[in-house]
């Protein structure tokens, strides 16, 4: 079971930043592709952005695209994602996950189906 442990949440006003971290747990995320993912109350999960094994392929969400930014630094096992222009939409719990990969392309698809691990909150409000 590929898991993660994720941090950096926490309560900011409309217009914020936050930068959050996902670390690999007891395993190398170096040779996976990886997602941020969110769940905000009452909906279903979200893929936001996600990052190729590489690092060279990002992909966002419409949603975040210009306002989110997700990078990887493997020598630290972590990938992050830096958020900035934050809005009260993007109040949710955000997870990572690992990820398919095709032709060096992420791919908004868990490798591991297993439950969700507990994830970081991010509420954006005044």
């Known amino acids: 079971q590929l898991q993660f442990v994720e941090s950096g949440g926490g309560l900011v006003q409309p217009g914020g930043s936050l930068n959050l971290s996902c670390a690999a747990s007891g395993w190398t995320l170096d040779s996976y592709a990886i997602a941020w993912f969110r769940q905000a109350p009452g909906k279903e999960h979200e893929g936001v952005s996600c990052?190729?094994?590489?690092?060279?392929?990002?992909h966002y969400a419409t949603s975040v695209k210009g306002r989110f930014t997700i990078s990887r630094d493997n020598a630290k096992n972590t990938v992050y994602l830096q958020m900035i222009s934050l809005k009260p939409e993007d109040t949710a719990v955000y997870y990572c996950?690992?990820?398919?990969?095709?032709?060096?392309?992420?791919?908004?698809?868990?490798?591991?189906?297993?439950?969700w691990g507990p994830g970081t909150l991010v509420t954006v409000s005044s």
């Open positions: 990052i190729s094994t590489s690092g060279d392929n990002t």
């Open positions: 996950a690992a990820v398919f990969e095709f032709q060096a392309m992420c791919l908004m698809s868990r490798r591991d189906l297993d439950a």
